[in-house]
């Protein structure tokens, strides 16, 4: 693995960059936990989902977003970081969780999600 120090700003332009897409995603999370939720096949499933679809609304998406404007932390500007382009990838892995959660059973939409808890969660 390479390392670079803290004020490389090849790597420091490269993280800003990826925090806006993780703050992306997260957007993209909501929506889908919401329709994951509309389809939950009772209400034990249902209570997990709304739960989850809360700490996004009101953690995950706030957090990542305040990490990139804040200026003690990234101190990307919110009209740079709501201007962005979505990096392919984002956007290619957001519609393919949507239309997972969409066109398939509830099953398979949780697996659609895992790449994400994955990367999120550090598993």
């Not at 239309?99 to 895992?114: G, K, R």
């Amino acid at each position: 693995m390479r390392v670079a120090d803290a004020d490389n700003k090849h790597v420091l332009h490269g993280f800003k960059w990826y925090m806006i897409q993780d703050f992306f995603y997260c957007v993209q999370l909501i929506a889908y936990n919401a329709d994951r939720a509309a389809k939950a096949p009772n209400p034990t499933i249902y209570g997990k989902l709304t739960s989850t679809l809360n700490n996004t609304l009101t953690q995950w998406a706030p957090n990542a977003l305040k990490t990139c404007t804040d200026p003690d932390q990234l101190n990307i500007p919110d009209t740079a970081v709501f201007a962005a382009n979505r990096e392919e990838a984002t956007e290619k892995y957001s519609k393919f969780i949507s239309d997972t959660a969409e066109d398939q059973n509830w099953v398979v939409s949780l697996l659609a999600q895992v790449p994400g808890i994955q990367v999120r969660e550090g598993i």
